[in-house]
């Protein structure tokens, strides 16, 4: 069993950052693809970003250039930093990942961006 624990999220003004992180915790062999997602009211869970156990990492094309996702193998955490925010980037967002090919969620955390 893994749990996911997403912390970091906040209200920041447009135009600002905020790193996310997520701590995988638990009795796991090995992790491999961590992701986040996100989804604002009204509207379906989306991919943001995602890293595989190498470091290969894919992005939404809306926050190419704007976020990114790394990860320290070594404290099985995840992070998302978030630069140049909109007021569209407001939503939950949620950590993922996938440990001995079972998938898990974090409980979200919330990213309010104000205009």
């Known amino acids: 069993q893994v749990q996911l624990v997403e912390s970091g999220g906040g209200l920041v003004q447009a135009g600002g950052s905020l790193r996310l992180s997520c701590a995988a915790s638990g009795s796991f062999f090995s992790i491999n693809g961590m992701s986040w997602y996100r989804q604002a009211p009204g509207k379906l869970r989306e991919l943001v970003a995602r890293i595989t156990s190498g470091g290969s990492t894919n992005y939404a094309d809306s926050m190419k250039g704007r976020f990114t996702i790394s990860r320290d193998n070594a404290k099985n955490t995840v992070y998302l930093q978030m630069n140049s925010l909109k007021p569209e980037d407001t939503a939950v967002y949620y950590c993922?990942?996938?440990?001995?090919?079972?998938?898990?969620w974090g409980q979200g955390t919330q990213v309010t961006v104000s205009s």
């Open positions: 993922r990942a996938v440990a001995d090919s079972r998938m898990y």
